[in-house]
């Protein structure tokens, strides 16, 4: 069965560096999405992307994050110069969105664990 | 927000039927009811979704009542693989590029 896959699956870098999370949603999807979840609180929404460009953010999302679709396979999400609280489990989805009418749904990959020191 | 309401926890013994409530009584006419659930650590997993009509899958059942102002997900037989959260939510159908909004779901225990 298809999957979301994501690199790395930890990643450790110390505060103010630049970090770069990968993801490879499924091969015919078209809508792309990054969640965070912090230790012990709720999965939370941070951008979704379709077409080149993106579709909606969060809050949380602020001008730190950048997210780009460098090529017809990879989906990337940056963060400029990290902080303490970036520290959480980000997780890339992605949805085919057909036509069949509340039949897709958002697949999710296994997620990168990022420590900011 | 999140539009649902689960309990916090819940205990289900090895080889029993888990059934995990949900109630969304402010639930629109064009939106669906989804659950996914997220084993420890990783990301939310799909289970089922559905409108109206009870759904079964390979994974699970889904009821809705007739109003459908509640719901609850059935594992026939759950394993000590199925100890995850369980995450019930409301939404249109999936036709756009809509966020999921998670709230903090069951925290399912399958005891031996």
């Known amino acids: 069965e298809p999957e979301v896959t994501q690199t790395p699956s930890h990643q450790v870098t110390q505060m103010g560096q630049e970090v770069i999370l990968r993801c490879v949603p499924i091969s015919n999807h078209l809508y792309f999405y990054w969640y965070r979840q912090i230790l012990g609180q709720k999965v939370e929404f941070l951008v979704s992307?379709?077409?080149?460009?993106?579709?909606?953010k969060s809050e949380i999302f602020d001008d730190q994050f950048s997210v780009e679709r460098p090529d017809g396979s990879n989906f990337t999400l940056k963060i400029r110069s990290t902080k303490l609280e970036d520290s959480a489990m980000y997780f890339c989805?992605?949805?085919?969105?057909?036509?069949?009418?509340?039949?897709?749904?958002?697949?999710f990959g296994p997620g990168t664990r990022l420590t900011v020191l | 927000d999140a539009k649902t309401t689960q309990p916090p926890s819940m205990d289900c013994a090895e080889g029993r039927a888990a059934n995990l409530p949900c109630n969304h009584s402010t639930i629109s006419g064009n939106e669906y009811v989804y659950w996914y659930r997220q084993i420890h650590s990783q990301g939310p997993q799909y289970i089922i979704h559905?409108?109206?009509n009870n759904e079964t899958n390979e994974m699970a059942s889904l009821i809705i009542t007739e109003d459908r102002k509640s719901s609850t997900l059935i594992l026939p037989h759950a394993t000590l693989r199925d100890t995850a959260v369980y995450y019930c939510?409301?939404?249109?159908?999936?036709?756009?590029?809509?966020?999921?909004?998670f709230g903090k779901g069951t925290r399912l225990h399958i005891l031996p």
């Open positions: 992307f379709y077409n080149n460009e993106i579709s909606e």
């Open positions: 559905g409108l109206k």
């Open positions: 939510i409301v939404r249109v159908a999936m036709n756009r590029d809509d966020k999921i909004i």
């Open positions: 989805a992605s949805l085919l969105l057909s036509r069949g009418v509340g039949t897709d749904t958002q697949y």
